[in-house]
């Protein structure tokens, strides 16, 4: 089971990065996309990658994303992820109005089904159930959130400023069906990078934070470690034209080695096909 939940929360966190990357693109252009491609590295050894899609209308938003993990490294990392989430666009504030994901690892699949209204969660389809011993999640808990998509959908600069360190200064309330946690993101210092395919410049670098709150095994070794105080850092590059910023870099600092989740791609498309066609679910 340790295995599984390590490969549900990776994909996770990375899916999360894309949907904020993708998201800033398409609240400027509206019907227009970001093309990105990642690569997921644990000790330097590429183990996953990650593809993702957003649209963004007049009155709806709809976005879905892959992640997959395994190659060389599989005995740590096995499985593939799933994620959509769809929902109102008003006034250029986006509330989700539904999100599933389904996970298939080596130890078994899980899927969820989560409905919102007026930004809380009113129906929640999850399987497996969680186990006895996990923190219990109540209605309290289900209120004031985003799926971990929408989350990071934010304007990350200040009106004058393409890089600030506001753009660190946020606390993201996330349900992902089974947990109820916080990212806590704070500024940490001024970079530069440059991606194969796409951005070279500066960016603005936050340190990360994992809160757990509720649904969460107080005992289990992953939960204690990510939370334990582990330096993690997510790089914010502007997209050029607008006041939007999107992650470029993320990655989890270890005595054993480093899991960094790097763009390989970042580059911006003019979408042609129909805005809300449904994705090719597994």
């Given at each position: 089971m340790v295995q599984s939940?390590?490969?549900?929360?990776?994909?996770?966190?990375?899916?999360?990065i894309f949907a904020l990357t993708i998201a800033a693109v398409g609240q400027v252009l509206g019907e227009s996309s970001l093309d990105t491609s990642y690569i997921v590295s644990f000790a330097r050894v590429p183990v996953g990658e990650i593809t993702a899609s957003l649209v963004v209308g007049n009155t709806e938003y709809r976005m879905s994303a892959r992640g997959r993990a395994g190659g060389i490294v599989k005995v740590l990392l096995d499985g593939e992820g799933f994620f959509v989430t769809q929902g109102t666009n008003v006034d250029g504030e986006l509330e989700p109005k539904s999100f599933t994901s389904?996970?298939?690892?080596?130890?078994?699949?899980?899927?969820?089904t989560m409905v919102f209204e007026g930004g809380s969660v009113k129906e929640t389809a999850a399987t497996p159930l969680p186990g006895s011993d996990r923190v219990p999640v109540t209605e309290t808990n289900r209120q004031g959130v985003f799926d971990?998509?929408?989350?990071?959908?934010f304007s990350a600069s200040a009106?004058?400023?393409?890089l600030s360190k506001e753009a660190c200064r946020h606390t993201l309330p996330i349900f992902d069906g089974h947990q109820r946690y916080d990212l806590k993101l704070a500024f940490k210092r001024m970079d530069k990078v440059a991606v194969e395919k796409g951005y070279a410049g500066p960016v603005v670098v936050c340190s990360l934070r994992?809160?757990?709150?509720?649904?969460?095994s107080a005992s289990n070794a992953l939960v204690k470690y990510v939370s334990g105080g582990h330096e993690m850092e997510l790089a914010l590059a502007p997209i050029a034209g607008t006041r939007w910023l999107a992650p470029i870099r993320f990655s989890i600092a270890s005595t054993i080695a480093n899991l960094v989740i790097e763009a390989s791609r970042f580059e911006v498309n003019v979408r042609t096909e129909a805005p809300f066609a449904d994705p090719k679910a597994p």
């Open positions: 939940r390590a490969i549900q929360t990776t994909l996770t966190a990375t899916i999360c389904k996970i298939v690892a080596n130890k078994g699949t899980s899927e969820i971990p998509l929408t989350a990071m959908l009106a004058n400023e393409s994992y809160e757990p709150i509720a649904g969460h």
